[in-house]
């Protein structure tokens, strides 16, 4: 069924009540109550607008003959919750509060009335919604916006209405403003959760200053940004680095930085500016999907081509010039003084014939990805006439376009030009070729969102219970930092290769074990007290005999103490010196965010460290795609091929150890803090020099029933432990899985394939195959709210050559989708036609209540069409309730207890 979204109520209102006093009494109103007042006079609301009085003296019959989707409350704060609990009174599923200056406190009370009323609360401190389709504007933002495509999100009441009047002169228009002040009830999850399924809605841009829940804006932001094209501006960039860090990678990493990781991995763009906010969406909203990096620049001027070329050099963004053949054939036809090396460069005698022909030229050519047209006023040139060219040559556009018309007054007819016909244009070339770099960025980010990683690898099972124990028992102690022991230890039951280490509690020990394990050996002190050993002198290399490694104990061990008095010294730790001639070092590192919890970092290693403050990141779960991305994203990657003559490093075992770490932070939710620096890496391997990890208790992330939500996670991982191979009725088998991002081409077939009557059943709609939006709604889901399940069937296929191969075939999916109230979920099913009567409903069903219970969910329901006999008897058959519903007498509620 195509099912409204439940904050419909709140964001399009059919019919609304207005709480905003006595507006022929101006002087006794608020001031959000006065511009309410204002806004909704100011245009012609196509629903139904009521006033009412929090005083009325009206009955409770004609309170509910004033039923309304949305009550808007503009009133004193003393009042508020009056008008609430008549809103409640009147079956409104909808409040927006508008105020400023309430505190968490006085809020907290206002959510807890408006829970007691069933009602969905945008506010307080929010300056109001625009709906500019619906002629709504229940603001106090000033006139009713543009109508267009754009869904605005904004946390600042002040900026918002700075950005909708810079968006006036620049015709931008909105399918939503939603202003969401501190404290409000519906927030910043919920607005991204409403934009990405409202089909009006084709873009969304997010001023943001801060998050509550990181699980579930991750989860809302990455469903909106694989549905459409999301650009954030986020405000508060607090400096990198953290005074109370007890590992490097703790020192170096700050939040802001962390903000940027999680944006690219929920396939997002950030942005610096609301100017570039809104020319990122502009360029993101346009048909065109970039495929990388590579800009091709058509200029009439060297100097603004070289401006582009310097800021797209500083960037990252690849310039790309013409193939040799498309070259070729285009330089005859230019004037003399073109040149097509790295710029199309057509000189100062360009015509708009000439820009035609490299437009031309540019979009057939495979090595492109974008096109950058740059005009600079000359002397007897056509501004107006080039635009025109380009508007033109749009139609044949297979790529995005941008334009930059240097200059003012000459040219702001062809600006005009380019404008009205949405091709982004910019007044200086490094703000169109910053603009080309969110839309390049916006590409590499949504691979890195289509990444649903399990909790495990499929290398060898990890002691995860042996690591558990041991990390009790160092809490136990009440010790948060593990010995370099008690670390390799940890790494070891992950199976990440690590030096053979010994502890050493006398310079005598010391000597034994160095003559036995053989030189030369390294000599480190071991103490919870000391995070950076060097500092103070606790480390030596290169001990070559036993006595040396004797008087290299007792010096260290004394100058430590003299260095360090409060210390607690263990002894030192004695391990071989790794064998690795042409070895580089790096450091692998996990830090904790709030709110976004542990992230892994890859980056130079060795005492250089802090200074070099190389540092890419990643959010767990990782998969060797992600695992690759982190190496080539840090500045040591340079360094890992061939480089000045040392053969390149086995970039496979970093890529395991990363996947290693990956487990070992979603297996133990202890972990806060971690450096396993150095690890030595050459040809043939890499080894863990030294690690040093601390540890806190951990909140329980368990359901109870021994597995876990990997709740310290911003990032649920792909749930594994749902997959199940099931017997065919008739012969064969099927695997049940949860769905997976790439399962949409599948998806699509399986709705391409059904019945005209059997898709009417499932969505109440003659649609015959799944819009983009919906497809990606479908399959890239949040596992912790919802879950779908596919039944997949290899089938044997035979080519035209007659070679047989086997494929795979999505015959059936299952779903549910938890209700706000977050006790019951509603269910839907499809199945292949041809695939009916053979269990793979009755399987689908049952799996996918089993995950319900699983996630604590206490109530199963759906809607039926009463013509759907074939669906109501498999119901019935597994033990749903069948009842007559109320509203929509042309279904059944099925309703199953868990």
Known sequence: MMEQHYLTPLFSPNSVLVFAGDRNAPQRLTPQARALHEALQAQTYGGTLQYLDVHTSGTLADLVQARADLAVIALPDADVPAALALAGRTRCRGALVLSSGVDAEQAQQWRKIARREGLYLLGPNSVGLQRPLLKFNASAMGPLAREGSLGLVCQSGALVAAMLDWAVNNGVGFSSVVSLGPHTGVGLAEALDFLAHDPHTHSIAVYMEGIQNARGFMSALRSAAFAKPVVVLKAGRKPAGNAAAQTHSGAIVGSDEVFDTVLRRAGAVRVRSFVALFSAVKCLASRYRPVGNRLCVVTNGGGPGVLAADWANEIGIDLAPLSEASAQALAPQLPPLATLSELVDLSEQATPAHYTLA??????????????????????????????????????????????????????????????????????????????????????????????????????????????????????????????????????????????????????????????????????????????????????????????????????????????????????????????????????????????????????????????????????????????????????????????????????????????????????????????????????????????????????????????????????????????????????????????????????????????????????????????????????????????????HRETVVDEQGNASQVERVIGVSRYVANPDHTSCEFALTVADDFANRGVGGRLMLAIMDVARDRGLSEMQGLVLAGNVRMLKLMRRIGFEVRPCEDEPEFKLVVHPL
Not at 557 to 566: E, G, S
Not at 581 to 610: N, S
Not at 686 to 705: F, L, N, P, Q, T
Not at 774 to 786: G, S, V
């Open 359 to 792: 437009l031309d030229a540019a979009f057939r050519d495979r090595g492109v990805d974008g096109v950058l047209v740059l005009y600079s006023p000359k002397q007897g040139g056509d501004a107006a006439a080039v635009a025109q060219t380009v508007v033109d040559a749009r139609q044949k556009a297979n790529k995005p376009l941008l334009t930059s018309w240097l200059g003012d007054a000459s040219v702001l007819p062809a600006r005009e030009l380019l404008r009205a016909a949405q091709i982004p244009t910019f007044r200086t070339p490094e703000s169109a070729v910053g603009a080309f770099g969110n839309i390049s960025s916006f590409h590499q980010n949504q691979q890195l969102l289509q990444q649903t990683p399990p909790p495990l690898t499929g290398m060898g099972k990890p002691d995860i219970e042996g690591a558990r124990l041991m990390i009790e028992s160092v809490l136990a102690e009440r010790r948060h930092i593990l010995t370099e022991m008690e670390s390799k230890t940890l790494l070891a039951a992950f199976q990440i290769p690590v030096t053979n280490t010994l502890l050493a509690r006398s310079s005598r020990e010391a000597m034994m074990i160095a003559t036995q394990i053989g030189f030369p050996v390294a000599l480190k002190i071991d103490s919870p007290d000391i995070t950076h050993k060097s500092d103070v002198g606790g480390v030596v290399l290169n001990v070559h005999t036993g006595a040396a490694a004797r008087d290299a104990y007792e010096e260290m061990v004394q100058r430590v103490a003299r260095l360090q008095p409060q210390a607690h010294i263990n002894g030192v730790t004695v391990q071989k010196m790794a064998k690795v001639r042409r070895g580089r070092e790096v450091c692998i590192g996990l830090v904790t965010d709030e709110p976004f919890g542990p992230v892994i970092t890859f980056g130079a290693g060795g005492t250089m460290i802090e200074l070099i403050r190389d540092r890419a990141m990643e959010l767990p779960p990782l998969n060797q795609f992600l695992a690759r991305r982190l190496i080539s994203r840090s500045r040591v990657a340079e360094t890992l091929g061939e480089w000045h003559g040392a053969a390149a490093v086995h970039r496979e075992v970093l890529e395991r150890i990363l996947l290693r770490v990956s487990e070992m932070v979603c297996a133990l939710p202890q972990l806060r803090e971690m450096d396993i620096n150095p690890i030595i890496t050459d040809e043939n391997g890499a080894v863990a020099v030294d690690a040093r990890i601390v540890v806190h208790e951990a909140a329980s992330s368990s359901d109870g029933k021994g597995g876990s939500y990997y709740g310290h996670l911003a990032i649920m991982p792909y749930p594994e432990r749902y997959e199940q191979v099931w017997p065919l009725q008739g012969g064969g088998e099927f695997l049940v899985r949860p769905i997976r991002p790439d399962d949409g081409q599948m998806l699509q077939r399986l709705v391409r394939e059904l019945s005209s009557e059997s898709r009417y059943f499932r969505f109440v709609s003659p649609l015959a195959e799944l819009p983009d939006t919906m497809l990606a709604r479908f399959t890239l889901i949040d596992y912790d709210r919802e879950m779908a399940l596919a039944a997949v």
